[in-house]
Nanobody, 124 residues
Framework: QVQLVESGGGLVQAGGSLRLSCAAS????????MGWFRQAPGKEREFVAT????????LYADSLKGRFTISRDNAKNTVGLQMNSLKPEDTAVYYC?????????????????WGQGTQVTVSS
């Protein structure tokens, strides 16, 4: 049974930082691409970042480049998302995703597994 469990969300003031983590189990993590999406209240799900199975390729939403950094540890089956200079518009539920293709992609329909999500709230 595949599980993706996010942690690290919470309430932070604008300009602050948070680090999200996703622990994966039940899948061959080292061959899976991993990523993050988010969904704010009343808005559509949005691509955040993705990393290839080897970690050699990372992709980010254009609006988040320079503030967010995705990383992975294949020895620990975890993927992280470091979020800096947070803004109120970053408030959303953040979801960890995994793809057996191993290919990093911003397309939501290419991801096989989704976590339950973790809430990030940025106050102004």
């Amino acid at each position: 049974q595949v599980q993706l469990v996010e942690s690290g969300g919470g309430l932070v003031q604008a300009g602050g930082s948070l680090r999200l983590s996703c622990a994966a189990s039940g899948l061959p993590f080292s061959i899976y691409a991993m990523g993050w999406f988010r969904q704010a209240p009343g808005k559509e799900r949005e691509f955040v970042a993705t990393i290839s199975f080897s970690g050699g390729l990372t992709l980010y939403a254009d609006s988040l480049k320079g503030r967010f950094t995705i990383s992975r540890d294949n020895a620990k089956n975890t993927v992280g998302l470091q979020m800096n200079s947070l803004k109120p518009e970053d408030t959303a539920v953040y979801y960890c995703v995994g793809a057996s293709s191993g290919i990093a992609t911003p397309r939501a329909d290419r991801w096989d597994y989704w976590g339950q999500g973790t809430q990030v709230t940025v106050s102004s």
